[in-house]
């Protein structure tokens, strides 16, 4: 792979582990990439139909060879999300640590660019409410584009930091926290870290870690679940940790059942004997991964839970959101900016109470703006599973929606004019404005297609 990979590491992971050196070196040498994608069950397409399914997730498949996902239409729909496979395993802790069919309050702390947040917003209830958190303001773009396009209600974004949930009490069921690490786990995708690797950039993580832990620790409500997890193979940012967890917090580890097959290590720490998994990419097809999950064993403050006042809409704008929006479904427009988001009715509270100690990025789906009479639809809507049938749509083929996507010009014959959504396969797209002598194309400029195809 050009890059030698840390002999102290490899030796230390060898003692306390049992790591085959051989096949671990000859693996990084290979330098073979796993290609894996989640499909979103809102959206079920005929993407990957006979792809092998990852064991540990129902959504996630392995691909046999890499496609060019920016020339899929299907992924600018949102119909699946492109994630590595071992991170994946959160789901299985989900199932088998929790019921999932209750109402759930999950906080996803550092969840840029949101893989697990799309996962966790898969499998919860549609009336538990999912916090997606990132804490640097750069990333927040990318995470909140990515919720829109998996087209949910049940989530927030917000940009916090972790210090900040502590307003909250132990509000939360579950906290997830995918901590910043020395991200050794990825040295066979990304060769180049490895030369950015130093033992004393791992002990900067592991100091930023048990910070993180310690911030968050009280938005946990007794007796719920943290899921900690890392892209590192470092004992000091995995175990270590966790044992500084249970030496200074009541919490108790859990043990997660695996199947033998999956050939995921499970490691017991040296001195409180906590249970971590470890994944390694010579034995489960996926990258270096680790992951331990605690549950509270005492009390936590509970903030004063402030009521949403009843919305005061305006009596002109409710009939002109209400066309736009599924009539099936029971939802809440709730005005925001110049227009209105739509949110699940049992989460008005709950948004209210987050709006009064946090920075809401976005909340539900933001249906649009509302200009005189008229709602100019927003891109939200456009990718959310919630969009009235009725809508005019122009289904376009292949050729057709990646020129949309491009931005290129677009020919469409037979539709009448006014907004226009752009679908594929049956899957939306975007906006566009059907005018008499030209199609304005709604699409976001960040999210256009550059590449050429």
Partial sequence: MGNVLPS?????LNEKFGLDQELFFRIHEEGESVTTVRLNPFKPSNAFLNAERIAWTEYGRYLNARPSFIADPLFHAGCYYVQEASSMFVEHILRQ???LKEDLRVLDLCAAPGGKSTLISSVISSDSLLVSNEIIKTRVPVLSDNMTKWGVLNSVVTNNDPKDFQRLGGYFDV????APCSGSGMW???????????????????QRQQRILADIYPALKEGGLLIYSTCSYSEEENEEVADWLTGTFKVSSIQIPIDTNWEIRESIS????NYGYRFYPHLVKGEGFFVSCFRKDESSSLAKSVKA???KLNKNDLPIVQRWISADS?????????????INPVHADDIHFLQSSLYLKKSGVFTGKIVGKDLIPDHELALSIYLNKNIQRAELNFEEAINYLRKDDLKLNNLDHGWTLMSFQGFGLGWAKILSNRINNYLPKELRILKEI
């Fill in 175 to 178: 906290i997830v926290v995918d």
């Fill in 188 to 206: 066979r995708k990304d060769p180049q870290t490895v030369n950015e690797w130093s033992e004393n950039n791992v002990q900067l993580c592991s």
């Fill in 8 to 12: 102290s590491l490899i030796r230390s």
């Fill in 330 to 342: 029971s939802l809440l427009p709730i005005p925001v900016r110049e227009g209105y988001s739509i």
């Fill in 270 to 273: 040296s001195k409180h004997k």
């Fill in 97 to 99: 640590t929790i019921d």
């Fill in 309 to 311: 006042r009843a919305v």
